[in-house]
């Protein structure tokens, strides 16, 4: 039986922006079993269209598509609300709007540990059923990737599109850029939970999200060096300033920014796996969650299988985006060929700065 909320459990963000989610279309999902058992995950579930908005979760309605958003890190739902604006702005159908916040990320309970995309996973293919869903566009971003992939394949009957951002789940390949030589080789990104400490973890996680543009890394670092300095006199941004706090407040607590640091010291290794040691649960090996997608993905969502349809918008300056990664997504799942969406002058956060992009891929997909 599952357990939903009205009230949020002990996020560590106060400031929600109004437009996080819609007026009774937010609501917590207790997590029934496993290692996060009792952990509390925030839900957005809200059908649009006919001038209405209501909760998918208590509606009678019958959308005409699905579309479920999988963030990764260090973002949180929030960092799709551009592409849903945009998404429901392009289309005069009805539409179902699922977004979650992972543990220890934007108003979901904080950490008790170090969690990796195993992890989120599993809590997310707990809350799959509870949804009820069906012909889901799934959409995927950063370590979204292996999260959702990883708990939709457990569903694999459900999905019916598939839309990549920046983001994979097969090996990365070793053609540079990697996270060990991004965007520095003096500071890649990998090394970048050793070097910052835990009280500006927030401001580094909320800056990179808005600076996405090919930039000298001489220049990224002192822009961020400023940046936290701003934040610290109390300075908002210019741009999107409920966002920034909102990324930069999931990373008051202390296990929530050891869980995200530790998701930047596996970028080496994504898709890869790896023996790791993790401070209270001890050894952990990622490698059996990477070789279950990569035995299952093509058999299940290729030609071979649902052949679902597929989509990837990526920005090029960064290691997710580059040809030799959607090559392997290629091979994977052929159908990708010809609907890649690339920008050479975007980084990472693609959903941050092509959110118009992103929200014209879902609706190729899903036939919006």
């Known amino acids: 039986m599952s357990v939903w909320y009205d009230q949020s459990g002990d996020t560590p963000v106060e400031d929600v922006p109004a437009d996080y989610y819609p007026t009774g279309c937010g609501s917590w999902f207790e997590i029934p079993e496993g290692r996060d058992t009792g952990k509390r995950l925030f839900v957005r579930d809200s059908v649009h269209g006919d001038g209405r908005i209501e909760s998918g979760r208590s509606s009678d309605a019958d959308p005409d598509r699905t579309v479920v958003f999988v963030h990764g890190n260090p973002e949180c739902s929030y960092t799709y609300r551009h592409v849903i604006t945009n998404l429901l702005n392009g289309t005069a ?4 709007i699922v977004a979650l916040d992972h543990v220890g990320f934007g108003l979901s309970d904080t950490a008790d540990y170090e969690m990796v995309c195993m992890d989120h996973a599993e809590n997310l293919a707990s809350l799959v059923p509870a949804l009820d869903l069906e012909d889901v566009t799934l959409v995927v971003h950063d370590w979204g990737g292996p999260i959702g992939v990883g708990a939709f394949l457990q569903y ?4 019916s599109n598939l839309v990549i951002c920046n983001s994979t789940v097969l090996p990365m390949p070793a053609d540079r850029p990697t996270y060990t030589t991004y965007p520095a080789r003096w500071l890649p990104w990998a ?9 500006l973890w927030g401001d580094l996680s909320a800056y990179v999200l808005f600076h996405a543009s090919p930039t000298h890394p001489v220049r990224l670092y002192a822009e961020w060096a400023r940046y936290a300095a701003a934040r610290r006199l109390g300075l908002s941004p210019a741009r999107d300033p409920d966002a920034h706090r909102v990324f930069r407040q999931q990373f008051r607590d202390p296990v929530n920014v050891r ?3 530790r998701l930047v010291r596996q970028t080496p ?8 040691d993790e401070p209270d649960l001890g050894q952990r090996d990622t490698g059996p969650f990477y070789e279950r997608i990569r035995r299952s993905l093509g058999k299940t969502w290729g ?16 290691p997710c985006g580059k040809p030799s990664v959607l090559g392997r997504w290629q091979e994977a799942l052929p159908q990708l060929a010809g609907n890649v ?13 092509r959110p118009r992009a992103v929200a014209s891929a879902i609706r190729s997909a899903a036939g919006l």
Do not use: C, M, Q
């Open 156 to 159: 694999p009957d459900l999905v």
């Open 303 to 318: 030609p071979r299988g649902r052949e679902i349809g597929v989509r990837a918008v990526v920005g090029r300056w960064d």
């Open 269 to 276: 290794y994504w898709g890869h796996g790896n023996v790791y």
């Open 341 to 353: 969406t690339a920008f050479e002058d975007v980084g990472h956060f693609v959903e941050e700065e």
């Open 93 to 96: 159908e009805t539409v179902r």
């Open 191 to 199: 090394r970048t939970p050793d070097v910052i400490p835990d009280a």
């Open 259 to 261: 869980s995200s640091k």
